[in-house]
């Protein structure tokens, strides 16, 4: 398949109008900032496929992949990124910041991907527990529910003798405690709408593109 290209700068580079997207739906509408290297690759081989050794969190990404691997059909040892549901404006200014690169509009069957809430996929990365808001929860509640389960945590933490540690070198239970409260955020019904959910998946393929658009000044 031969992939639309174009050129255009960074306000040009995404459609005037409302995104559609849907996190529901059996093929998706994402989207991905990659790299000129990366969409030749594309271009030449009709695949590209995730490289693990450009993570830059050794841990999270490991678990990640570990999630991937789980959930997915497909394999692999690595992930490509993508956005399934961000503001229009915050796609312009992330596309701002990537001069000489490609923004590749995708639309991949749900199954492949691995949609994940972007803000606490954060959580992972600084390796805290994670704690959603139950349904009609005030914030003062949320509050304080988080504190009293991070408190009661931490403390069995520091009687084991971890407190000071990072959560990948804590015990067995307490590290899988707060791994399994990451799972959270791998469903939209934890969460109220947001603006932002980011997307994995193992290799993208050039049927899956439907517009790449590189990026000029």
């Known amino acids: 398949m031969s992939i639309p290209v174009s050129r255009a700068r960074p306000a040009a580079a995404v459609p005037p109008g409302r995104i559609s997207y849907d996190l529901t739906a059996p093929v998706i509408l994402l989207h991905t900032m990659q790299s000129g290297e ?6 030449a081989t009709g695949r590209l496929a995730a490289d693990p050794a450009r993570a830059h969190y050794a841990e999270p990404y490991a678990w990640m992949y570990e999630q991937m691997n789980r959930r997915l059909p497909t394999k692999g040892q690595g992930a490509l990124w993508l956005w399934a549901k961000i503001r229009r404006e915050d796609l312009i200014q992330n596309v701002r910041d990537s001069f ?4 590749l509009t ?3 069957p749900r199954e492949r991907v691995l949609v994940s809430q972007f803000d606490d996929w954060h959580q992972v990365l600084d390796g805290l527990p994670n704690v959603v808001p139950l349904a009609g929860e005030s914030d003062d509640d949320y509050g304080d529910r988080r504190d009293r389960i991070l408190d009661d945590l931490y403390g069995r933490a520091e009687a084991a003798g971890a407190a000071n540690r990072l959560v990948w070198d804590w015990p067995d239970a307490l590290r899988s405690e707060v791994m399994d409260s990451w799972e959270t955020i791998f469903d939209p019904a934890n969460y109220p709408r947001t ?5 994995t998946v193992h290799e993208l393929s050039a049927d899956d593109v439907i517009e790449a658009v590189w990026i000029e000044r």
């Open 38 to 43: 990366a969409f030749r690759q594309l271009e």
């Open 106 to 108: 995708c639309r991949i």
């Open 195 to 199: 603006h932002y959910w980011q997307a």
């Open 100 to 103: 000489g690169q490609v923004l």
